[in-house]
């Protein structure tokens, strides 16, 4: 069931826009209230591209909230459930933000710029009005803002090739989250070695939203030698790799314990954050619910487009928030929640992604 | 140029979605995280409809922040830049929210639902998380979540009658923004005159989520010997009738004495709120712009999907934020902001919205 979606002045355009158009993109969703490029005609191609060679994607709906000031720090650790204790200018570190009930709102990577500014770059939540809030609230000296820089994604096996050629080797030794600011031919821009796949790669953030085409036309020129491909963030490969998708996987309601990100709530850190006494007293009583892997039986499906119940005989107990079929593994693979009352050995659970109840079982995320 | 929209689980369905789909829905906009109808296929029919007769919109994507508790009140009033003293259980206000820089955030209605419980019914930006951090860090007594409510607008001037019809001859009785909480066959319903047009009408505010393709369904019914037309908000009616449309209008950095909202911000009230000491300063050195209506010449246009800039001469005065063609006016209409330099009876302005340059000139808002 195709629909249109309606381009207006309501939802912002990415830097990107008029490229990814010339480019042929077909579908649209929207992310942080910008239009956000879902494919290109040719997902399976797009994928292939992905888990083989290179992609281009333009993610500056992936916005920035910048915190700049002399209580920058104080509020990145304040906002944040793990402790960011001697990140280094030129780190990220990959930081849950939860809210006072200790509820998961945001998965941001943290950048630190300076001493006194980051970067939270974050998933489908209005987190600048959420840390102004704070902010001003707690009389930090610090100002918070959406400032001018716009991702654009190069990710893949031969991506490293493609973004040395443009920046030089250098890039090759970029470790992990780390990154630097730099520019290509006068166009400003940050270089991070991340991005929302395990296939690798790196993330242009471009600190002047007018070169956006001047960018993703340099970018596509030094991809070609490797067949670059126009694409977007892949379904298929976030399920395989076990990628959370804020938004998707979690929205309201969903605590860090339960969505798998229990190693980056650092309750021992001796700092009040937001969040921190609730989240204790989750910890203390134990989750309710597990994020897992399930590999689902049945003929091969297309996706699901709402939350699925998880069934064991006639009780409900768990829920599938992505379905896809991996072209990789060749089977129907998802993932969602678990009740922690179910064991990992446990056999008999089922799902209906619409068509009849179709068996499914645990697996270990990322699937293997 | 027509693009699809990706259809997924990281944006939220309405309770009527599965109703929209089965009535024909050809386009969607994403709108506080859920997908919200754009048009059914006719735009020029459904206008009128909503002119002449009486039209059906699936608005759930107005989400409600519920503030409930002691201190409901007293965080409803830290909120808005408005005075809201003297507000009976059972009524709305327009009511501006504004950061402590004076920006507009967004411009909900306020509705009392008890004297301990108040729903803003907002628009796109995620005020959830903004009260939730102003109530905790306050220490406020009270609880701020995402209902289970959403609107289903039923507008037009046959809208009275098909309320009448569905829940009685006391909705004719109800007054602008006055609500009451009621059924329609065991559906719980809040029941409001209010809506996104000046055609007149209500909004049915479904308390169940399950039982949008009931209320969906019993509404058509009720509709049906009036002609009732399934639609969505119509760009073309909010222009003519002045609305603003946070998200189109403005987003970051516009406050609300730019916006034409100054009525709604009483520096004089007693209490402190968000952004007063801005305000105050705004208002004192004079906004820099003013939102105007603007009659543009030059052949018949489609809309726009940008803003468009304004021009004396050679200089930028201001910009186009929505533009239409208006059927009833027979004219190309716009909304926007002009610099206050610009005296009302200037002549001379133009603007390019992508065809070379087109006079334009000032119009009063609303259109007539």
Not at 201 to 225: I, N
Not at 233 to 251: I, K, M, N, Q, T
Request: aromatic fraction near 10%; hydrophobic fraction near 40%; proline fraction near 5%.
């Amino acid at each position: 069931m195709p629909f249109e979606i309606a381009i207006g002045c309501n939802v912002r355009k990415s830097p990107y826009f008029d490229a990814t158009v010339a480019d042929g993109v077909q579908s649209f969703s929207v992310y942080n209230h910008v239009y956000a490029p879902s494919h290109f005609g040719d997902p399976a191609g797009e994928y292939q591209a992905l888990m083989t060679g290179v992609v281009l994607w333009d993610v500056a709906c992936e916005r920035q909230v910048q915190l700049a000031g002399p209580d920058a720090e104080r509020l990145a650790r304040y906002l944040t459930t793990r402790a960011i204790d001697g990140m280094a200018v030129g780190q990220g570190k990959y930081v849950p933000l939860c809210d006072y009930q200790g509820n998961l709102i945001n998965d941001p990577v943290l950048q630190k710029l300076a001493e006194d500014r980051f970067w939270l770059s974050i998933a489908d939540s209005d987190i600048l009005l959420w840390a102004q809030a704070i902010a001003a609230e707690r009389g930090l000296d610090v100002q918070v803002i959406d400032p001018d820089a716009s991702p654009l994604a190069v990710q893949g096996p031969r991506a490293e090739d493609v973004v040395a050629g443009l920046f030089g080797d250098w890039v090759r030794k970029l470790k992990y989250f780390w990154f630097r600011e730099t520019e290509l031919d006068g166009i400003p821009v940050l270089l991070a070695r991340s991005g929302w796949s395990k296939q690798g790669g790196f993330e242009l953030y471009l600190r002047d939203a007018r070169r956006g085409s001047d960018l993703y036309r340099r970018v596509k020129e030094a991809g070609a030698p490797y067949g670059i491909v126009a694409s977007a963030p892949s379904d298929v490969e976030r399920v395989e790799s076990g990628l959370l998708s804020y938004g998707a996987d979690a929205r309201y309601g969903v605590n860090p314990f339960e969505a798998g990100l229990g190693a980056f709530v650092n309750l021992d850190r001796p700092d009040e954050f937001v969040g921190k006494a609730a989240l204790r007293r989750i910890q203390e009583n134990g989750a309710r619910r597990r994020r897992v892997g399930f590999v689902i039986g049945g003929e091969r499906i297309g996706g699901i487009t709402a939350w699925q119940d998880v069934f064991l005989g006639p009780e409900v107990v768990g829920t599938v928030t992505e379905a896809v079929y991996s072209p990789r593994l060749m089977k129907n693979i998802a993932v969602g929640m678990l009740s922690s009352a179910i064991p990992d050995d446990v056999e008999g659970l089922e799902t209906n992604l619409g068509d009849g109840r179709r068996p499914a079982r645990l697996a270990a995320l990322p699937f293997r």
